[in-house]
C-alpha cells in the first residue's frame, strides 16, 4: 500500500555512540508531520510502532482540524505569554494598556514559571479560589480571567501554545 502524502512519518532518531563512535538508533520512536509549511518533530514516548503510528494520525487529524498544539508551548512559560500580552496592549490606544501590567503582576504571581501547557482548567479555578480568598473583588478576578483567555489567544496564534 502507498503513503497517503502528507501523512508524516515515523522513525527512530540515528546518533552517535560517544563511546563506540558507531551509529546507533534509540530505542524511542519518534513522528515527523507538517502543518501549513512548518515541521514538526516529536517523540511518541513508547518504543512500540504501533503507539507511535496513533499518535501520528491523531496529530495529522488535529491539523486538519485546525487544533495543533505545537511542541512550541512545551517550553513557553506563562511569563512570556504575559510579555506577549503586554506587548500587544502596548501597540493599542485606550485605558486598558495602563491597567494591564497590574491585572497581568496577579497571574504571574500565582503562576510564575509555569509552563504555558501546564496550566489546566483545574489550575485556573485554583487560581480563581486563590484570589477569592486574597479578598480580590470579583470584577477583578472576572477581568484577570479574560486577560488570562487572551494571553493564551496570542500565544496560540503566534504557535507558542
Keep these: 500500500m502507498k503513503k497517503k502524502r502528507g501523512s508524516g512519518l515515523i522513525y527512530h532518531p540515528v546518533y552517535k555512540d560517544k563511546r563506540t563512535g558507531g551509529q546507533k538508533k534509540t530505542a524511542t520512536w519518534w513522528i515527523q508531520y507538517s502543518v501549513r509549511g512548518k515541521r514538526?518533530?516529536?517523540?511518541?514516548?513508547?518504543?512500540?510502532?504501533?503507539?507511535?503510528?496513533?499518535?501520528?494520525?491523531?496529530?495529522?487529524?488535529?491539523?486538519?482540524?485546525?487544533?495543533?498544539?505545537?511542541?512550541?508551548?512545551?517550553?513557553?512559560?506563562?511569563?512570556?505569554?504575559?510579555?506577549?500580552?503586554?506587548?500587544?496592549?502596548?501597540?493599542?490606544?485606550?485605558?486598558?494598556?495602563?491597567?494591564?501590567?497590574?491585572?497581568?503582576?496577579?497571574?504571574?504571581?500565582?503562576?510564575?514559571?509555569?509552563?504555558?501547557?501546564?496550566i489546566t482548567g483545574d489550575r485556573v479555578r485554583c487560581y480563581i479560589t486563590y484570589r477569592a480568598r486574597k479578598k480580590a473583588p470579583a470584577g477583578n478576578i472576572n477581568r484577570e480571567r479574560r486577560v488570562f483567555k487572551r494571553t493564551f489567544s496570542l500565544g496560540e496564534k503566534a504557535g507558542r501554545h
Excluded: C, W
Design 40 to 118: 514538526f518533530r516529536e517523540s511518541s514516548g513508547s518504543s512500540t510502532r504501533g503507539d507511535a503510528l496513533n499518535l501520528l494520525k491523531q496529530r495529522v487529524g488535529e491539523a486538519a482540524q485546525g487544533r495543533v498544539v505545537p511542541l512550541l508551548g512545551k517550553k513557553t512559560t506563562m511569563d512570556e505569554l504575559a510579555q506577549m500580552l503586554i506587548d500587544d496592549y502596548q501597540t493599542k490606544e485606550g485605558k486598558s494598556r495602563k491597567r494591564i501590567r497590574f491585572t497581568v503582576a496577579h497571574l504571574q504571581e500565582f503562576f510564575a514559571d509555569t509552563l504555558a501547557v501546564d
